[in-house]
């Protein structure tokens, strides 16, 4: 039997892994992660990402070596560091998953496709996702999804056998040694394999029974959303796992005894189950369209906002500094844990699109540095979706003053996060320029210096921003290609579109 090479990209786990499951039983193992300089030093790349994903080597490391195995750490381009391990250890076949990435991280697919083919290997890449390579077309997806959601779920091997010559796992660099700065989330989510079997099985059993209607609220998502976003980027867990586990509560919760609860928990759970489906749904068009990461998906969209940004608006959203407190807060939230919920991930790109009439691609690259959860698929279609470029979509303006007084009624979020509005009363905590001068004298506060006045005015940016988007909505070119985005990406669930989901 031959050395096998396992590639493991974002899939740090050994639960759920075909790559790794088959390799062991067909011959000796090479377990390799590549930090790769062009994707670590990308623009939609942080720290906090490399930091994570070292979190998750090392449970990987402690995992395969339980099982006899070892973890390879390398840094390189590839196929560079594939062709020097082959030169010194000799592998028949190179196993991986399937990756829907970025630009980079597709180029590099195509380059080490090359490299197999041309020194006569076999290249046996597996899907992880619902995502499938080469789809022809929408129509069965749904049903596809399902199938492989449902499929048997790989258990980790029981043993892995190790090549040859290895001398045990290689230490996990730091992110000195791969020449990041340090990682400036002070609160953000620890990554590996059993951080993430604790935060499903804690959403599962405990936090998840509210979760329909608390996902929207900045005060209560972060305790009652799943917070699994990064684990299924990172690959900590495969969406078949969480999707299976899901079931099987909502599975107990339907025969078993009937407590007052379990309507409300299998609410949420059939609520959460849906947005397991939406994760591919979304990585889907990325898969089947890798230009949707710079190009408007419609692209009668093309000249409705400039490309380059305007640097002043850009830098005060990105920095949390455009006078809006909600919009404020979320994104200084964002900065200290690389996470928010979906409404407020929604209004803040509303808000960069909208009212500071950005276009989403330099926006969409900024906050991607700072989700943990950064997934291309999702995230670009998600910021195309809400600045209204799609033509397949609902458009949606946010008002970042009425989304704070719903979602943060007494300003408790902004006191958090915006500390410089902390002690100013309820009713000005949303729009703190409206202060009367005598008042915000006696809070010792000044509008515009301890706090900015707002960059844009509301209701003249929304106005305006609802004319241009509806004028050019009309447009028989933009009508003719929504035909076509909706028949290459769009869902076929009907429930679906009404919500503006496809
Ligand atoms: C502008 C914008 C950018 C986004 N970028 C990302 C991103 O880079 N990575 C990412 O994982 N999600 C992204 N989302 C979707 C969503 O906000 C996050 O998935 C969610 O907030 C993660 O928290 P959670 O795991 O607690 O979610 P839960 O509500 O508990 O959902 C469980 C899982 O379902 C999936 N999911 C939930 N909502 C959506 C959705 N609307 N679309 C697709 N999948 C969904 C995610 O995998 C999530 O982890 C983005 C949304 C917007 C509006």
């Given at each position: ?42 623009p ?15 449970d ?37 998953h ?6 980079l ?22 899907p992880?996702t ?42 996990i ?64 867990l ?8 899901t ?45 949707i990461?710079?190009?408007?998906m ?20 990105i920095?949390?500094q ?11 939230a ?114 515009g ?35 076509a ?18």
């Amino acid at each position: 039997m031959g050395n096998q090479l396992v590639w493991f990209k974002k899939d740090l786990r050994v639960a759920d892994h075909a790559p790794l499951f088959e390799a062991a039983k067909a011959g000796p193992c090479l377990c390799l992660y590549v930090f790769e300089p062009d994707i670590i030093h990308a623009p939609d790349f942080d720290s906090s990402h490399a930091e994570f994903i070292r979190q998750s080597l090392s449970d990987l490391k402690q995992a395969l070596e339980r099982r006899g195995g070892a973890l390879l750490i390398q840094t390189g381009r590839m196929p560079d560091v594939l062709d020097a391990l082959h030169q010194r250890y000799g592998f028949e076949a190179l196993w991986s998953h399937e990756e829907t990435g970025n630009d980079l991280s597709y180029a590099r697919d195509l380059r080490v496709a090359g490299w197999v083919k041309q020194n006569g290997l076999r290249w046996i890449e597996l899907p992880q996702t619902g995502v499938v390579r080469r789809l022809k077309t929408r129509d069965r997806w749904a049903a596809q999804w399902e199938k492989r959601m449902s499929s048997g779920l790989m258990p980790p091997p029981d043993r892995i056998p190790t090549i040859g010559g290895l001398e045990g796992s290689s230490s996990i660099p730091t992110l000195a040694e791969l020449g990041l700065p340090p990682h400036q989330k002070s609160g953000m989510q620890s990554g590996g394999e059993l951080a993430a079997e604790e935060t499903l099985h804690s959403f599962l059993t405990q936090r998840g029974q509210n979760y329909q209607k608390a996902m929207s609220s900045p005060l209560t998502a972060g305790e009652e959303c799943s917070r699994l976003s990064p684990y299924l980027t990172w690959g900590n867990l495969s969406v078949r796992q969480v999707y299976q586990a899901t079931l099987n509560q909502i599975q107990s919760l339907s025969t078993g005894a009937k407590g007052p609860d379990s309507a409300q928990w299998l609410r949420s759970l059939r609520s959460f189950n849906k947005r397991l489906h939406w994760h591919c749904h979304f990585m889907q068009k990325l898969e089947d369209e890798p230009a949707i990461e710079f190009e408007n998906m419609n692209r009668a969209f093309d000249g409705l906002r400039d490309p380059e940004p305007n640097g002043e608006l850009l830098e005060a959203w990105i920095q949390g500094q455009t006078g809006y407190p909600l919009v404020d807060a979320c994104m200084r939230a964002l900065h200290q844990q690389g996470w928010i919920n979906f409404r407020m991930r929604a209004m803040m790109a509303s808000f960069s699109a909208y009212h500071l009439w950005q276009h989403w691609r330099e926006p969409a690259v900024q906050l991607a540095r700072h989700f943990l959860d950064f997934e291309p698929g999702i995230h670009y279609s998600q910021f195309q979706m809400q600045s209204g470029v799609t033509g397949i979509n609902t458009i949606r303006i946010y008002s970042p003053i009425k989304q704070a007084k719903e979602q943060d009624p007494t300003g408790a979020f902004i006191r958090q996060f915006v500390p410089e509005l902390a002690d100013l009363p309820n009713e000005f905590i949303h729009e703190p320029n409206t202060l009367p001068p005598l008042l915000a004298l006696s809070y010792g506060f000044q509008p515009g210096v301890h706090y900015p006045a707002p960059v844009v005015d509301h209701m003249t940016a929304y106005r305006q921003a609802k004319e241009r988007i509806f004028a050019w909505k009309q447009q028989p070119e933009v009508r003719k290609l929504a035909l076509a985005v909706y028949e290459k990406h769009g869902s076929r669930q009907q429930s679906g579109q009404r919500r503006g989901r496809s």
